[in-house]
Each structure stands twice: as structure tokens, then as C-alpha cells.
């Protein structure tokens, strides 16, 4: 699995676009990911991470289970890019503690509508469950914001409930963490959700 770090010069026009639409940037980061402009994309998860506006830039932070051909962005867009490989099964042990940073859309299906959750206590106790059913549970948790996207997509006009959360998580099995962690977590992934950053808690 790849974890990629883009710089994104904001002062561009295409980048402009982009961080004003997730559905245009989620577009536009496919262009990486396909072998041609006809071509499915390879599966990726993205999150933006920061936005410096005096400075011109912006910060992606992408996982994917292919190397991105970051070539095929748009002339001027890109920065600077850095990328790693990361092993899961090496880095996910049982019994570790782990930090964690998460944007996710926390929902509930009623009647065959799913809606989005607009509560802390309901968006913790949301991120609880899908933890559990990871094979991990929060330590500790803060929700560091929660925003309600308007995004307009296919010329349809949608709404999405986005917040985050940081905090240190303990893993019980491994396992369903890389799978959870390889899927992502929630619903509107392509809109820059779901994406679970994972760093050991140091023993000292």
C-alpha cells in the first residue's frame, strides 16, 4: 500500500477549483489512477490535511494500493509529491496502542434513508462502532470539527455530514484493522472521507 503526501500549489487556478468541489479534486486525483482517460481508476482514499493560503499551498494526503502517476495532473498543479510503502501487517500488531486522525461522514439508516448525524454524542458513539468493528476501541477521542458539506455532483446537489476525529486507539486484532484501514471507513469516500491515519504510540 502507497501513503503519498501532495503539495498542491493553490494559487492555481485547477487547484482553486478543486478545493472549492471535493467531487472536482476527487476527479482530478483520478487522473493518477487511471491507465488511460477511458480507464477505471484504481481504488484510492484522500483527505485534505491543510490549506495555507498565505503561502499558496495546500496538503493531501492519499492512500492508495498503487503507485499514483501524479504526471497526469493538470500542468502547474502539483508541487511536490512524496511517497512510502507501508506494510500494515508489519505495522498493526495486537496489544499496541496507535494515535489516529480520521475525516469520516458518520450516518444512520432509518427506513432505507440514510442520514447523516449531526450530534457529538451520536458522532462518538458512531466512531465507537465502527472502531469495534475493526477489532480496536478508542482510548481517548476528540472530535477536532464537524462541517455539512453542500457538494454538487452529476449535476446533483448533495449534502454531507463531515467531521473529524483524532485521538489513540488499542487494537485488539490486527486483522479487521487492515482491512478497515485498506476499505477506509463510512460512506463518500470519493468526496475525501473515510481515510484512517494510524502512527505507533512510542513505549517511552
Given at each position: 500500500m502507497f501513503l503519498t503526501r501532495l503539495k498542491l500549489d493553490s494559487r492555481e487556478a485547477a487547484v482553486r477549483r478543486d478545493l472549492a468541489s471535493a467531487y472536482d479534486m476527487h476527479r482530478t486525483l483520478s487522473r493518477a489512477f487511471a491507465e488511460h482517460d477511458e480507464a477505471q481508476p484504481a481504488r484510492f482514499l484522500w483527505r485534505l490535511e491543510s490549506v495555507e493560503a498565505s503561502l499558496g499551498v495546500a496538503i493531501l494526503l492519499i492512500q492508495s494500493e498503487e503507485a499514483?502517476?501524479?504526471?497526469?495532473?493538470?500542468a502547474g498543479y502539483l508541487r511536490d509529491s512524496a511517497s512510502k510503502v507501508l506494510d500494515l501487517s508489519a505495522l498493526l500488531q495486537?496489544?499496541?496502542?496507535y494515535r489516529f486522525r480520521l475525516l469520516a461522514n458518520p450516518t444512520v439508516t432509518r427506513e432505507g434513508k440514510r442520514y447523516g448525524l449531526n450530534k457529538e454524542d451520536d458522532q462518538l458513539a458512531w466512531l465507537q462502532r465502527q472502531l469495534q468493528?475493526?477489532?480496536c476501541v478508542a482510548q481517548s477521542v476528540?472530535?477536532?470539527?464537524?462541517?455539512c458539506?453542500?457538494?454538487?455532483?452529476?449535476?446533483h446537489v448533495i449534502t454531507v455530514q463531515a467531521v473529524g476525529f483524532e485521538g489513540v486507539l488499542a487494537v485488539d486484532q490486527a486483522a479487521p484493522l487492515q482491512t478497515t484501514i485498506h476499505q477506509g471507513i463510512g460512506h463518500a469516500k470519493s468526496l475525501g472521507l473515510g481515510l484512517l491515519s494510524l502512527a505507533p504510540v512510542?513505549?517511552?
Open positions: 499514483g502517476r501524479w504526471h497526469k495532473l493538470p495486537d496489544d499496541r496502542c468493528k475493526a477489532g476528540m472530535r477536532t470539527r464537524s462541517e458539506w453542500t457538494v454538487r455532483k452529476k449535476g512510542s513505549h517511552g
